[in-house]
């Protein structure tokens, strides 16, 4: 009996970094949801300046932040110059997953605005990902 419990315990603790999310949306998922629940404020093409680590991985999380540029809002309107969007923190299988961007990198921003903080990075994602999820970003993209 002992024995059991003993297992029991030791499988429960060795489960925890590999626990999945309890919801994990894709990221169409997302932006179409966030669009049907009028979360989006603006949409724009944003050019990666920076990126920084934020300290030492943990576990299976490696936070970064990264520093952009907004080259055009394609939606709404935007009055960012330089904006921060950050991911890689908590467990990798609630992560996206896409890795730490490079100076020159192209992503897509989209914009909610925070009730005390203004307008924010409510969501980016790097540019091919968001012209799969919305197609006329990449003729929008395309026509300029």
Aim: proline residues 6%; contains cysteine; neutral net charge.
């Amino acid at each position: 009996m002992r024995f059991s419990i003993l297992l029991i315990a030791a499988l429960v603790l060795a489960a925890v970094p590999a626990q999945a999310c309890r919801v994990m949306l894709s990221p169409a998922s997302r932006v179409f949801g966030a669009y049907q629940r009028g979360i989006i404020e603006s949409v724009a093409y944003v050019r990666v300046v920076s990126s920084r680590d934020l300290g030492q991985p943990s576990g299976d999380a490696n936070p970064w932040e990264a520093t952009a540029q907004v080259e055009r809002v394609v939606w709404g309107a935007n009055t960012s110059g330089e904006v921060r969007f950050s991911y890689g923190w908590g467990s990798g299988a609630c992560d996206l997953g896409y890795g730490q961007p490079k100076p020159g990198d192209q992503w897509v921003a989209y914009f909610w605005k925070h009730p005390e903080m203004g307008q924010q990075v409510w969501l980016a994602l790097p540019l091919h990902v968001s012209e799969e999820i919305e197609p006329e970003l990449r003729k929008l993209r395309r026509a300029s």
